[in-house]
């Protein structure tokens, strides 16, 4: 059983930045392709970006294109999110997860931390 754990939410001004953590016990990260999920109220969870189990293959919502950065270190197994130019929409609480596969379906990954909260305040 992997249990995943985010850090690293807050409270920001536009255009400020943030790097999430997500850091894995209980399991082997490189065993896992992984992603982060965004999801606000009233809303259901969406794609922000995968890396692959090995971190050479990335992909992004168009929303985060050229502002977030997803990356591993599978030595610390931990995974990260580092985000860039935020903005009042990127509010939400962000969650990490693991999967088997590479993908930006949410049903299909395994396990999820417990969420942290970016607020991106104008």
């Known amino acids: 059983q992997v249990q995943l754990v985010e850090a690293g939410g807050g409270l920001v001004q536009v255009g400020d930045s943030l790097r999430l953590s997500c850091a894995a016990s209980?399991?082997?990260?490189?065993?896992?392709?992984m992603g982060w999920f965004r999801q606000s109220p009233g809303k259901e969870r969406e794609f922000v970006a995968t890396?692959?189990?090995?971190?050479?293959?990335?992909g992004y919502a168009g929303f985060v294109k050229d502002r977030f950065t997803i990356s591993r270190d599978n030595a610390k197994n931990t995974l990260y999110l580092q985000m860039n130019t935020l903005k009042p929409e990127d509010t939400a609480v962000y969650y990490c997860?693991?999967?088997?596969?590479?993908?930006?379906?949410?049903?299909?990954?395994?396990?999820w931390g417990q969420g942290t909260q970016v607020t991106v305040s104008s």
């Open positions: 890396i692959s189990r090995g971190g050479l293959s990335f």
């Open positions: 209980g399991g082997t990260l490189s065993n896992y392709a």
């Open positions: 997860g693991a999967s088997q596969v590479q993908t930006t379906q949410p049903g299909l990954y395994d396990y």
